[in-house]
């Protein structure tokens, strides 16, 4: 599960990659026999097969039990039919594969990768169905993984970080399930037990809540036969409910006392839906103004003019509901009063002003000039494949990225940046030193 959570985090973060205009990867779809959604693309540069199966079985369905997803998902590898975790890892390894799988808020993942190969891929695909369809949640794994999990959660409450953003989150989603930690809680993990893992896999991890991605050197004729293996004899079962809508939420200024050297700010609201129609323009904007690089509107300023952080960043989360807008930087206790009027100063002037021309033309060139990287390999693909999936996004957003991009104009950005972000909706929230 550890070495997948860098993977999963660039699937759910996709929507920040450039794409192309032309039909350069041909997406194809269909239904297996008992309702999953395949995405398939044929990639034959190299004789290797990307598979994942993603649910909608996130923390947003952890209700009262919160860490159940997360314990789930873990679970899954940790024994199925007669094989214990070391014989099913050990099976992978015998054939050059790799599983991995992971939790985020909306979703649960099991993904693998395999040569194609009938003697590899075979073994590795009927590896991969036992951990799908027959795990047996040793209850021993169970005590162990809520162990780490309660050993992780310590360690991260010691992480300025992470308890801004816990504070952020509440802060901003209230009760909605978007405010709950995939991690769970310390009074939760406890609590969690075998009947409960048992009733959230036989819930979630069902056919009509699933999308199953393949990418790789195999035929159409051989996507079919493999996406039918995997979820063959996986219950059809439910899909779930569409989330609650997200309020706009109250400003707020909450300063949390800690004992570290720096301080941990984040300055954001709630903000748009991943397939919101203004999506992309906002995505524009929030590069212009906080991208990753040093050109970007905060890093000139806030770092390079004042000097007050060695990094500033702003971005539009994307979430299927409404996710957030936020701003993150850390800063020396004594400058954290300056780095945040500077900042809300900064966002003041970009709400009122819009980029200027020169820099919606760099923003363009660079969105543009890297698509290679989005279709790179075969995991790059499956992670364009999964953020359609994902978020219900036209097959043919691929090919028309290029000219939506160019199309995009000043105007539009500070009109649709300015309905967004609102600075009388605005949650500042500070972790460190003393108030």
């Not at 780490?148 to 504070?167: D, F, G």
């Not at 409404?322 to 206790?333: D, V």
Request: aromatic share 8%.
């Amino acid at each position: 599960m550890k070495n997948f959570k860098y993977l999963f985090e660039l699937i759910m973060c996709l929507v920040s990659l450039p794409l192309m205009a032309k039909p350069v990867v041909h997406i194809q779809q269909w239904q297996t026999k008992n309702g999953a959604r395949v995405l398939f693309v044929r990639a034959p540069q190299i004789p290797m097969l990307d598979a994942a199966v993603i649910f909608k079985a996130g923390s947003v369905y952890d209700a009262k039990h919160a860490g159940l997803a997360t314990l789930t998902n873990a679970m899954l590898n940790e024994g199925a039919g007669r094989l214990n975790a070391n014989q099913l890892a050990e099976t992978f390894d015998g054939v050059g594969a790799e599983f991995s799988n992971g939790v985020d808020k909306e979703s649960g993942l099991l993904a693998f990768r395999s040569l194609v190969k009938p003697q590899y891929l075979r073994k590795a695909l009927n590896n991969f169905e036992l951990i799908l369809k027959y795990p047996t949640f040793p209850n021993k794994s169970i005590v162990r993984i809520k162990k780490q999990m309660l050993i992780s959660l310590q360690a991260s409450k010691q992480q300025p970080n992470y308890v801004a953003q816990r504070t952020f989150s509440k802060l901003i989603w209230g009760k909605h399930p978007y405010a709950n930690s995939s991690r769970g809680n310390e009074h939760s993990i406890p609590l969690l037990n075998k009947a409960q893992v048992k009733m959230f896999y036989q819930r979630y991890y069902v056919a009509n809540n699933a999308t199953v991605i393949l990418v790789g050197d195999v035929s159409t004729a051989q996507a079919k036969i493999i996406a039918e293996k995997i979820m063959h004899k996986l219950p059809a079962g439910k899909k779930v409910a569409p989330l609650v809508k997200v309020p706009n939420n109250k400003a707020a200024v909450k300063h949390l006392d800690f004992p570290s050297s720096q301080t941990s700010i984040l300055i954001g609201e709630v903000g748009v839906s991943r397939n919101d129609k203004n999506y992309l323009a906002l995505s524009v904007a929030s590069y212009i103004l906080g991208g990753n690089n040093l050109n970007s509107i905060l890093m000139s300023t806030v770092r390079e003019k004042y000097g007050l952080t060695y990094g500033i960043y702003g971005q539009f989360q994307a979430l299927t509901q409404k996710g957030a807008f936020i701003i993150s930087l850390k800063t020396r206790n004594d400058q954290a009063a300056r780095a945040i009027d500077i900042t809300k100063q900064e966002l003041s002037r970009y709400i009122e002003n819009g980029p200027t021309q020169k820099q919606l033309n760099a923003a363009k060139s660079y969105l543009l000039g890297s698509f290679p990287l989005a279709i790179a390999s075969n995991a790059s693909l499956l992670q364009n494949l999964a953020t359609i999936a994902t978020y219900n996004l036209p097959l043919n957003y691929l090919d028309t990225y290029r000219k939506r991009v160019r199309a995009l104009t000043v105007q539009k950005i500070k009109t649709d940046f300015q309905k967004a972000v609102r600075e009388n909706r605005l949650v500042v929230v500070s972790v460190g030193g003393k108030s």
